[in-house]
């Protein structure tokens, strides 16, 4: 016995004979849960394979539909090429006529144009 102040603690001495005695159906036991860590391992597994696979074709389907994608884009100017070159073309020709209709010297005079010009010699 200690004392402490006021307080007294009782301290018991240890059992030295104590031991630890199996369960009987330890190996039982073990087994089963061996069973579950095995199965859990499995489903574990499983999931990784499932989600590789998605992956796998996520990735396949993204890059398959880039290449698609990207030859459509090409197919579509190629053949439009053709059409903005004659309209850009078309352009040209009618912005050319109308200059040359504008620097030509007009065919017939205005009225006020003639009395200028009958008053300038």
């Given at each position: 016995m200690r004392n402490k102040g006021s307080k007294t603690i009782r301290?018991?001495?240890v059992d030295e004979d104590h031991q630890v005695h199996d369960h009987p159906a330890r190996a039982n036991l073990e087994a089963l849960m061996d069973q579950?860590?095995?199965a859990q391992r499995i489903r574990s597994e499983r999931s990784s394979?499932?989600?590789f696979a998605a992956s796998l074709w996520?990735?396949?389907g993204l890059v398959l539909g880039g290449i698609l994608g990207?030859?459509?884009m090409y197919v579509a100017m190629d053949s439009s090429l053709p059409l903005a070159s004659e309209a850009v073309t078309r352009g040209m020709a009618v912005e050319q006529a109308r200059q040359s209709v504008n620097n030509r010297e007009?065919?017939?005079?205005?009225?006020?144009?003639?009395?200028?010009?009958?008053?300038?010699?």
């Open positions: 301290l018991n001495p579950k860590l095995f394979a499932y989600w996520g990735v396949t990207a030859y459509m007009p065919l017939l005079s205005d009225p006020q144009d003639q009395q200028q010009q009958q008053r300038q010699p």
